[in-house]
């Protein structure tokens, strides 16, 4: 499986969201330190930019949301997905379906 690289995907929370170099590195530890199993290869591929690949959990996937929002905040809807993987989907289904509103 897969490694996420930290100092790599701060650099892509960096550049993508325009926070400082400490903030993002932050953010990427917390993301290696928490990360289900089944969606560290979609943080990979959004660290090399590669399509993301549809990996359910309990019926969502992390391009489903994002289509589903119609925008890219993937650090959202990766948070979204953790809470589904940990069994918290009902939680996390009103935030899911909120952009459709």
């Known amino acids: 499986m897969k490694q996420i690289d930290t100092q790599k995907l701060a650099a892509k929370i960096k550049t993508e969201y325009g926070i400082s170099e400490q903030a993002a590195f932050e953010k990427a530890a917390q993301i290696q330190l928490d990360c289900p199993e089944q969606l560290v290869q979609n943080v990979y591929e959004w660290v090399e930019e590669r399509p993301l690949t549809d990996i359910f ?45």
């Open 57 to 101: 959990v309990d019926g969502y996937s992390l391009p489903m949301i994002l289509y589903i929002w119609g925008n890219r905040d993937f650090l959202r809807a990766f948070r979204l997905m953790q809470m589904v993987a940990n069994g918290e989907t009902k939680q996390a289904e009103p935030a899911i379906w909120e952009m459709r509103r």
